[in-house]
């Protein structure tokens, strides 16, 4: 007996590798130029500054708030009428804190020392110069009274 031809299955299509190693050649050249993407290749740094932005606004937004509380305590204290009536204290613009060692009163303020003034003063955001007379002037004002006469 005759050996019967077998039906040839017809061959699913199959892949063309010239084409794929063609597609693989592209896709690295084209993945190497990412690098020069600034998101891929400066990802790092875009985000220091963004946090670094975000600490500015911080910054801002808290030397705000401590203006808003300052000039609260400055009406307050702008209506005293006696050296040893109690000052609402400042907050630092800095932090928005309450300034530690505040003086208590208008006649402390005018007895700090030199170096305590000057504590304060930078405590607002405010340059030291000048005489003590000057300084302890400079610091009244700020917390909302009356200028003295030197």
Do not use: Y
């Amino acid at each position: 007996m005759a050996a019967q031809p077998q039906a040839q299955i017809p061959l699913a299509p199959q892949p063309d590798f010239d084409i794929i190693s063609h597609c693989h050649t592209d896709l690295a050249r084209e993945l190497n130029g990412c690098r020069n993407v600034p998101a891929f290749d400066q990802g790092a740094q875009i985000l220091n500054k963004i946090r670094a932005l975000w600490q500015d606004v911080n910054r801002i937004e808290s030397c705000l708030k401590a203006g808003n509380i300052n000039n609260v305590a400055r009406l307050s204290n702008s209506v005293l009428t006696s050296p040893n009536g109690s000052l609402s204290p400042l907050n630092s613009v800095a932090d928005n804190a309450p300034i530690a060692n505040f003086p208590v009163t208008p006649a402390d303020l005018m007895s700090l020392p030199g170096p305590a003034v000057n504590a304060l003063l930078r405590s607002l955001g405010l340059e030291v110069g000048g005489t003590i007379g000057e300084r302890r002037q400079r610091l009244r004002l700020q917390a909302g009274l009356k200028v003295e006469p030197i």
